[in-house]
């Protein structure tokens, strides 16, 4: 096309119109119309089981697997770092982490690599996948005209399904083991469970925040339907996959969710949101069960009352400048000054990429450039400039705080659940490797990702997904993609601005 101009835009228009008659005969909508489209999903023939996915339930407790002769970063100051060591795995568990331990069971070689507890990506609208990078240049009226007022409204449950399973497989290549899947489109009964069980089939560590679309018709069926995903997915604590609410500051919803034993993440910046903070607070309604998104734009006593709270914070550092968030500015220094230990999160795959490499430096390098501008300016309350092991932190023990998961992963711990990544550094971007730390986060990407283990299963091996079917992804995938395009009446330009 010659005018590349407008694409999203007149996706936005048709998708308003289309919603606007949709809401206006919703009356007249069966409450199943959603739910009519709900066969049963399954994986299609994507993930093999054959080829060593192992179901929950299906992993030998005695399978011992040593990764060998590894540049270890444990994140745990009791374990400690050690230039070349080994990890042992028994059964989902780290047993041991040393020099020369006995060479027992399976053995990985793991030289020439350094080994870190998975990435934690503490808010990612993972049911956004088929649509990665549709709008590149896109602020927050695009992203929300695209997504809530436009594709969403016409997600099957097979679209919940594929798009879920394409997130969680990228993260998984790309060394991320946990993910707190921000699920706003549960149009129906039949889309959550999609989503569900799509994070189930990947071999994912995974939070399903379930809640409610933003626009458009839907059954209604939420927030009193998280009973039913409760008792039917999630009988167990001791799972990979486990469930919490995704719900704006809402008392009904808080009290549903607190009922039920459900965690809660809200999306949360701003001055508005601050003072109905502050109500929450005089009801002593807060607690250390609540994670909160972003938090850009937010007063000091905010801070102290999230803190005092004990909740927990996850900063977005593409997200928030992409799309003028809050102040527009990652909330890590405010965070940090407060005393609160953030997570980082990557948000959605509309606009930008979806690994925690580039979020770990974007906001390494916006918060010493904010700190090197306030020290040049004579401030003699200026900030340090934050370490790269301060930044790993953020992107690995400090998610898994937020995802309520700390006391399973986030370090290389003896006891706790074996989530573990193996980068390479003979890789040519990466080699020599004159620090480690500084190797994962300020040089390596995806590409260095050589193995993933997640609960002591290998999800990735030798750079390459296990057991996953490309091919019958990519078909999958592209027919999703096709059928929502065409009910949102969008024309694909891949050069639209």
């Not at 023939?45 to 030998?60: F, P």
């Not at 028994?90 to 040393?98: L, N, R, Y």
């Amino acid at each position: 096309m010659q005018h590349t101009r407008g694409t999203a835009d007149r996706l936005s228009r048709r998708s308003l119109i289309k919603a606007g008659a949709a809401l206006a005969t919703s009356a007249a909508t069966p409450r199943a119309a959603f739910s009519q489209t709900s066969a049963n999903v399954t994986d299609a023939g994507i993930i093999e089981r054959a080829a060593g996915r192992e179901r929950v339930g299906r992993r030998d407790p005695n399978r011992r697997i040593l990764l060998k002769g590894g540049t270890i970063v444990s994140m745990d100051p009791a374990t400690g770092d050690l230039v070349k060591g080994d990890v042992l795995i028994q059964g989902k568990k780290i047993a041991a982490v040393g020099a020369n331990l006995p060479t027992s069971g399976e053995v990985i070689d793991a030289s020439n690599t350094i080994l870190i507890p998975g990435f934690v990506d503490c808010h990612r609208h993972s049911w956004e996948g088929v649509l990665r990078r549709i709008i590149p240049n896109g602020d927050i009226a695009k992203y929300t005209s695209t997504t809530h007022r436009g594709f969403a409204q016409y997600y099957r449950p097979r679209d919940m399904y594929i798009s879920n399973l394409l997130t969680a497989l990228g993260c998984m290549d790309a060394g991320i083991t946990c993910v707190i899947d921000n699920s706003h489109n549960s149009r129906s009964a039949a889309h959550s469970d999609a989503a569900i069980q799509a994070l189930m089939d990947s071999g994912i560590r995974a939070v399903h925040a379930s809640g409610p679309p933003q626009f458009g018709n839907w059954d209604r069926q939420w927030p009193q339907d998280l009973a039913r995903l409760q008792k039917q997915f999630f009988s167990s604590d001791d799972q990979l996959v486990t469930l919490r609410m995704f719900s704006s500051l809402d008392r009904a919803n808080f009290a549903a969710a607190r009922k039920l034993g459900l965690r809660i993440t809200t999306e949360f910046q701003g001055e508005a949101s601050a003072a109905v903070l502050e109500q929450f607070w005089n009801e002593k309604l807060l607690g250390p069960d609540i994670t909160y998104n972003h938090c850009g734009g937010l007063p000091d006593m905010t801070w102290q009352r999230i803190r005092e709270s004990s909740g927990t914070v996850n900063v977005c550092p593409r997200s928030d400048p992409q799309y003028a968030i809050g102040a527009g500015i990652p909330a890590l220094q405010k965070a940090l000054d407060h005393g609160v230990r953030p997570g980082l999160s990557v948000d959605n795959e509309i606009s930008y990429g979806t690994d925690m490499f580039t979020e770990m430096r974007v906001a390494f390098n916006i918060q010493r450039a904010l700190a090197a501008s306030r020290k040049l300016a004579g401030d003699a309350g200026a900030p340090r400039p934050v370490t790269v092991r301060e930044m790993l932190e953020c992107a690995t023990i400090n998610g898994a705080t937020c995802a309520g998961l700390a006391q399973k992963c986030g370090t290389l711990t003896p006891g706790k659940e074996a989530d573990i990544v193996m980068i390479r550094t003979d890789d040519i971007n990466l080699y020599p490797s004159n620090n480690a730390i500084g190797s994962v986060v300020a040089a390596a990407d995806s590409r260095n990702v050589d193995t993933v283990i997640i609960g002591g299963i290998i999800r990735k091996l030798k750079g390459k997904l296990v057991g996953v079917n490309l091919a019958r992804l990519r078909q999958q995938v592209d027919e999703s993609r096709s059928y929502l395009f065409q009910q949102a009446g969008y024309r694909l330009d891949i050069f639209s601005q």
